[in-house]
């Protein structure tokens, strides 16, 4: 059974910087996929970045590139996005998904492309 638990949310202030992390249980890190997304309330769930581990490349939605990295640690089996310079725009839950393989056509920024999901981490960023 596929597992991804997110921690490392919490409420922090305008500027701070943060670390997300999430651990991957039942699943590897190989020809496949990882990334983070968030949904803020009243919003569509957005996708933030992903990693393609065949490869080790990421691609990041180009609103989020400039303050946001992805990474990970495969033989830890745990994905990572930092945060930082954050908004109060930023509030919002924080998911870790994958996907069990990798297809060059697939736009994985898009959350119907991901096959297993965590239950979400929440980022509140006060003004």
């Known amino acids: 059974e596929v597992q991804l638990v997110e921690s490392g949310g919490g409420l922090v202030q305008a500027g701070a910087s943060l670390r997300l992390s999430c651990a991957a249980s039942?699943?590897?890190?190989?020809?496949?996929?990882i990334g983070w997304f968030r949904h803020a309330p009243g919003k569509e769930r957005e996708g933030i970045a992903y990693?393609?581990?065949?490869?080790?490349?990421?691609y990041y939605a180009e609103s989020m590139k400039d303050r946001f990295t992805i990474s990970s640690e495969n033989a830890k089996k745990t994905m990572y996005l930092h945060l930082k310079s954050l908004k109060v725009e930023d509030t919002a839950t924080y998911y870790c998904?994958?996907?069990?393989?990798?297809?060059?056509?697939?736009?994985?920024?898009?959350?119907?492309?991901?096959?297993?999901w965590g239950i979400g981490a929440l980022v509140i960023v006060s003004s």
């Open positions: 998904a994958a996907a069990r393989r990798y297809y060059t056509a697939f736009n994985y920024l898009n959350q119907w492309a991901m096959d297993f």
């Open positions: 039942g699943f590897t890190f190989d020809d496949n996929v």
């Open positions: 990693i393609v581990n065949g490869d080790g490349s990421t």
